[in-house]
């Protein structure tokens, strides 16, 4: 795979699902690991395609058969070896001189430079190849990376939210897309906003011209996201009035801030409100999800409505996992302050 050029792979990959899924995990660990050049460690030498255009190719089984099977192998401490090293440590022939002057500058062409280690990718796959239990150790490989990632995401949550979140609340934080709701429309819309996904009017204006950068609520703040989810004074009401509701309705105060609106991390002392408060949140940035790109600001009514609606599956579910009680138990007093018929 890593040998291939993707013209060549776009035409071997046509109607194969199997060939088409396995390019684009190849090109998503080459994203994950920084990879941006089209060129691998791990190419082979031999029945290599875009070596046959150099025309190297098909006369490099002799390379193959004394030990340089693949590019890493022309390689010594991140410089690329000459061709008195080659014949020295694997014996290769003093006619073969223009070969080696051929892969020299294949390797110059992909890459600018000769002294190149192998890449992160190639390097991890190596290493845990030469390690044993393979699938194990590049899967901790990747987890390294996520993590390394999703550090960076906390740390632009901290900067502009002006917060410090912990490690044991950030970890909450990264896990809720996939248990804050079985509908995967829900899971996508927390993950979106968790992982910063949604155009703001601001970023929108930058690549469409006569597009306002300003919020289309407000009009007067530049739409940024955290503007538009947050600190709009629109906005700002909306998950004001949200926030009286639902203390109203669990009769605990629920104050209102971006961290418990936004991410969903609920304080402590709502423990036993949980849940509910999860629910009912999430149904509030749906709606200023629903109002994103217009002029109409989110309204409590429309809030309302969504959780009539969501509710009624809600006690499906718990009556299908045989929890009515708990159902009941959990959400009698808020359905009693709507007014919704249990």
């Known amino acids: 795979l890593p040998k291939i050029e993707n013209y060549i792979l776009s035409s071997m990959a046509k109607d194969n699902f199997l060939i088409t899924n396995t390019i684009k995990a190849w090109n998503i660990l080459k994203k994950m690991f920084g990879q941006n050049k089209n060129f691998s460690c791990l190419t082979t030498l031999v029945d290599n395609p875009d070596l046959t255009v150099e025309g190297a190719g098909p006369d490099l089984r002799s390379w193959r058969d004394a030990g340089v099977a693949r590019m890493h192998d022309l390689w010594h401490s991140g410089k690329f070896k000459t061709f008195e090293e080659l014949r020295t ?85 990264l896990t809720l897309p996939s248990r804050i709701s079985v509908c995967n429309r829900y899971k996508e819309m927390q993950y979106n906003i968790l992982h910063n996904v949604y155009i703001s009017p601001y970023i929108y204006s930058k690549y469409t011209p006569g597009s306002s950068p300003n919020c289309p609520k407000c009009k007067v703040a530049t739409g940024t996201r955290i503007h538009c989810l947050w600190e709009c004074k629109i906005i700002e009401a909306f998950w004001q009035a949200v926030c009286h509701e639902i203390s109203s309705a669990i009769g605990q105060t629920v104050h209102p801030g971006p961290v418990l609106c936004l991410l969903g991390l609920i304080p402590t002392h709502l423990g036993t409100h949980k849940e509910t408060v999860q629910l009912l949140l999430m149904l509030a940035r749906k709606v200023i999800m629903v109002k994103w790109i217009g002029c109409d600001a989110p309204s409590i009514q429309l809030w309302k409505n969504l959780f009539s609606e969501v509710i009624v599956l809600e006690r499906l579910r718990y009556s299908l996992d045989g929890k009515f009680y708990t159902f009941k138990r959990r959400w009698e007093h808020v359905l009693n302050y709507f007014k919704i018929n249990k």
Not at 112 to 132: N, Q, T
């Open 89 to 173: 440590q694997y014996g290769i022939a003093s006619r073969d001189f223009y070969k080696y002057l051929q892969l020299r500058h294949y390797v110059k062409a992909k890459t600018d430079s000769l002294e190149v280690d192998c890449y992160l990718l190639d390097k991890a796959i190596l290493d845990c190849h030469k390690r044993g239990r393979f699938v194990s150790r590049f899967y901790a490989e990747l987890q390294t990376l996520r993590k390394d990632n999703l550090e960076n995401l906390r740390s632009t949550w901290n900067r502009t939210l002006k917060s410090t979140i912990d490690s044991e609340a950030w970890e909450d934080i």
